[in-house]
């Protein structure tokens, strides 16, 4: 019987989850959206809201969260198909883009609250964002058997050119986002290469 409970209640809290989500647009950020509107669009009267976030902003942050760990996975799924054979930086860029494409209003939360005026919600953004930055390194590290000062450095100025670049892909047509994510491919080759040419001058040194 709990265990029914529990997964009900589970439901119930992806519910709000998934109607805060559908009504972000180009046009509406989070901060717009009223406690009332996300219960009404899950369904729920809105002292059922309370249940299971004591606010909006604990549901925000949540969305954060979710939003980091969802690109995250993603990324490591683009790892593994890597691993089959392609080239890594085509294979991340356009699972990126993928992800930007599929998750527009994931997107969009991440970069609005990323230079928001929340404190708690650029936190977790920032933090989301190392993660992902972080988990990049370790994989530079092992896949190039590279200085791990280096691998670091390599993976903030991918992480911020492709961030930059998705925040361009929103709202774009598929021929301008297929150009984009040419550019952004070139982009990280180029950073690539410094890398690996910078690291065997500090070998041979």
Do not use: C, W
Not at 44 to 59: K, Q
Not at 96 to 120: C, D, H, Q, Y
Not at 148 to 171: C, H, K, M, R, Y
Request: proline share 1%; aromatic share 6%; hydrophobic share 40%.
């Amino acid at each position: 019987m709990a265990g029914i409970r529990a997964v009900q209640k589970e439901k119930t809290r992806r519910q709000l989850i998934n109607a805060a989500l559908s009504q972000l647009s180009a046009e509406r950020s989070f901060s717009s959206l009223s406690l009332r509107e996300v219960a009404k669009e899950a369904g729920l009267a809105p002292t059922s809201f309370y249940r299971h976030f004591s606010d909006m902003d604990e549901l925000g942050l949540t969305l954060v969260d979710e939003a980091g760990l969802t690109l995250r996975q993603l990324m490591r799924q683009a790892r593994q198909r890597i691993e089959k054979g392609g080239s890594v930086i085509r294979i991340s860029v356009q699972t990126f883009m993928e992800f930007v494409e599929s998750n527009g209003n994931i997107f969009r939360l991440l970069l609005r609250e990323r230079s928001g005026t929340s404190k708690a919600f650029r936190e977790a953004v920032a933090r989301e964002i190392k993660y992902f930055t972080v988990e990049l390194s370790d994989y530079l590290k092992q896949a190039n058997n590279m200085n791990p000062e280096i691998a670091n450095l390599q993976a903030n100025a991918a992480v911020t050119i492709v961030f930059s670049a998705g925040a361009d892909a929103l709202d774009i047509s598929k021929q301008e986002r297929h150009e984009l994510t040419e550019r952004t491919i070139q982009q990280l080759r180029f950073i690539s290469r410094g890398a690996a040419d910078f690291q065997q001058r500090l070998a041979s040194s």
